[in-house]
């Protein structure tokens, strides 16, 4: 019992710290089952809280909690595209949970934009044109399921500023460029024009 925590100590450990005298009197060894009995519940509950509210981790019911709390609810207020149901999977509903807490803490500029995709979708990609009249071009480069697509495109993915308009171009891999970016860019032939 060198370093660990306060809270994953069990409760004979703490009966061992008696002194010799009283080691042995069962009213005292009782009293303090009963008192600590009540910390190591409560101790053991916020241990597995953290378990309980990891968003990875979450299924069903759990993950509905977890996005109420957040203001991102499974049924959508749009009806997808291709006759898919406007309510989310689980995995999809996570994706837009995640959106909706950098939604939330998002402090508005372009640059922080960047992060916050690779977190939604690493290995994807995003450019931001702004055009400088309240519109901003969105170029995204990676492979959306058409749910995620619709998702991005009625504004629960990417964070926008009141009174911004954004125009969303999903871009059809690789592109035509030239430079060493294997899957994403290509030349001649082989690359498609944004």
């Known amino acids: 019992y060198g370093n660990e925590p306060i809270e994953t100590l069990?409760?004979?450990?703490?009966?061992?710290?008696?002194?010799?005298?009283?080691v042995n009197s069962p009213t005292l060894n009782a009293l303090l089952y009963v008192l600590l009995k009540k910390f190591d519940d409560v101790s053991q509950t916020l241990v597995r809280m953290d378990t309980a509210l990891?968003?990875?981790?979450?299924?069903g019911a759990q993950l509905d909690m977890l996005g109420?709390?957040?203001g991102a609810f499974r049924t959508v207020g749009f009806q997808p595209s291709g006759g898919v149901s406007p309510i989310l999977d689980d995995s999809t509903f996570r994706i837009y949970i995640k959106a909706k807490l950098a939604q939330n803490k998002w402090d508005g500029t372009i640059g922080s934009l960047y992060p916050i995709w690779q977190q939604l979708?690493?290995?994807?990609s995003i450019i931001i044109i702004d055009n400088q009249n309240m519109?901003?071009?969105?170029?995204?480069?990676?492979?959306f399921s058409s749910i995620i697509q619709d998702l991005i495109t009625n504004g629960y993915i990417i964070p926008r500023p009141?009174?911004?308009?954004?125009?969303?171009i999903f871009g059809v891999l690789p592109y035509f460029g030239f430079g060493s970016s294997p899957g994403f860019i290509a030349g001649?032939?082989?690359?498609h024009w944004v």
């Open 54 to 59: 990891d968003l990875d981790a979450a299924v």
């Open 188 to 191: 001649f032939g082989e690359g």
């Open 10 to 22: 069990p409760i004979g450990y703490y009966i061992g710290l008696l002194t010799h005298q009283y």
């Open 135 to 143: 519109t901003a071009d969105i170029t995204l480069k990676g492979t």
């Open 68 to 70: 109420s709390t957040v």
């Open 121 to 124: 979708f690493p290995g994807g």
């Open 162 to 168: 009141e009174g911004v308009l954004y125009t969303y």
